[in-house]
């Protein structure tokens, strides 16, 4: 039997936040202030305890590609929420369109329906459209990443003490690497992340996370 998704668990110190994962890959559910769901890279395989688990949380609103390349599971997930409008960037459209066959709407929509203090984020210099979500997580903020950060080994529900850079992101990812590590220098100076929580591997905390980041964002130069 092929690998299928895990059931949607909450993500412990970010409220409205849950996960689910297939192996490494991560799909995440945001509750939007409407009581409904945007998912976040729908992963393919959605199994029935992953679909039960969802609709225990409320209605499927929005499926969101958040970038070009994570589009797998977008026809599954359509074909189960029939009504779930499927969202990207300007940028991701294109390709996202001619691959899945599907219709996708910008963000706009989305960002409105978000709860307070939630936002989308697009990082310059990328060429894949990727979008994150700052997220309140406590006292401090939770990213929501796609392929810019990944996570180390961990359980779900602990997360890993280390992230690192997903090894195809610099060739595949970034567009323009000197415009990406300056967006990026300034954006973790305004408010650097306590919990990561990327698409691929565990989700990322710890007190030194600031550095961590800095110092993959210094490889890069």
Not at 30 to 47: E, N
Not at 163 to 176: A, H, Q, Y
Request: aromatic share 8%; hydrophobic share 40%; charged share 20%.
């Amino acid at each position: 039997m092929a690998a299928q998704l895990s059931r949607f668990e909450p993500i412990a110190g970010v409220d409205g936040l849950f996960t689910a994962m297939k192996g490494e890959l991560r799909c995440t559910a945001i509750m939007l202030r409407s009581g409904g769901l945007c998912l976040y890279s729908p992963v393919a395989g959605l199994s029935a305890r992953a679909k039960d688990s969802l609709d225990d949380l409320g209605k499927a609103e929005f499926l969101f590609a958040p970038n070009h390349y994570h589009n797998k599971g977008l026809s599954e997930y359509k074909a189960a929420y029939p009504t779930a409008r499927t969202v990207s960037s300007e940028v991701s459209r294109p390709r996202l369109e001619r691959v899945t066959g599907l219709e996708f709407q910008g963000l706009e929509e989305l960002s409105d329906s978000l709860q307070d203090g939630m936002r989308l984020v697009i990082p310059q210099g990328l060429k894949t459209g990727e979008v994150w979500v700052v997220i309140p997580a406590g006292k401090g903020i939770a990213w929501l990443v796609v392929d810019a950060f990944a996570g180390g080994k961990g359980t779900l529900e602990e997360g890993c003490e280390h992230v690192r850079l997903l090894g195809t992101f610099p060739k595949f990812g970034i567009g323009n690497r000197p415009q990406y590590i300056e967006w990026l220098d300034g954006f973790l100076r305004s408010g650097p992340p306590e919990i990561l929580i990327p698409c691929h591997g565990h989700i990322g905390r710890g007190s030194d996370l600031k550095s961590q980041l800095q110092n993959l964002m210094a490889g890069l130069r």
